[in-house]
């Protein structure tokens, strides 16, 4: 029998309204068979139009250059909304389940970001492929080039198993994440080698992979260009592990301090 994600309407419309009926498990399918599934059209092109020019705005403010955006920045626009939205925390919440075998932590959030590629800093953040710390990322492209270096989605697809001890997952990343593995595999050699898989993306619709899973990155874009993504990440595998939450105390604690002292 086909399962399908529903769940109750939000005031997040129609962006969240599109994901009500998303068939989970051909998605999950998808994902196990290729690395990569897509919900399309999810965005208007009002709706589109609207994100795009939010995105100029953030690149214009930071002179034109690489701009990210987190949690706290996006708070009441489109994509915190939607973060933070029934339909897309439930479309993700059942892809984990699917995908991982069992059901995220009732801790968990959908965490946002915008990020933006533009000028000689973005052209410097691409390439740099990695592991997610969350098992599930949704990327919704906001604005693409139509022409030269697109900064394509590059990666890997389901490199490794969801790892059973937190320990384990922060081995891979000292392995894989370190500057001299980095330069390595965006290496125009490695690359020749070993060739990612290479997918380009349409502004609007919904690619969901597992971003814990995938080793992934983006091709390089044009300086004069801006290549505008929104991410969304669910479902961290470690969440209740001690070592992980011994980090995150670190974390908070010299964000603090580091607060208290300006």
Known sequence: MTQRHTAGMSEVMPIADSLVHVDVRSLADSLGRTGVGMVPGVVRPDELLALQTFARDAVASNGDEYAYLTQDALAGTP??????????????????????????????AVHPALRCLSGLTGT?????????????????????????????????????????RALMNLTDKVIYQNPATI????SQRFRTARPPRRLQLTPGNLYLFCGYRTL????????DQIRATALFHFG???????????????????????????
């Open 216 to 223: 992934h990155g983006n091709d390089r874009c044009d300086p």
């Open 183 to 186: 330069r390595l595999i965006a």
């Open 124 to 164: 410097g953040q691409s390439l740099r492929f990695h592991f997610d710390s969350y098992a599930i990322t949704a990327l919704l492209p906001i604005a693409i080039p139509a022409t030269g270096n697109r900064g394509d989605f590059l990666y890997y697809p389901n490199r490794r198993p969801v790892r059973r």
């Open 236 to 262: 961290d595998p470690h969440l209740e592990s001690p070592l992980v939450r011994l980090m995150q105390r670190r974390v908070q604690r010299r964000a603090a301090s580091e607060s208290a002292s300006t």
């Open 79 to 108: 994509i915190g909304d939607l973060a933070r939205s029934q339909e897309l925390t439930g479309l993700l919440s059942s892809l984990y389940e699917e995908s991982v075998g069992t059901p995220p932590s009732p801790q968990e």
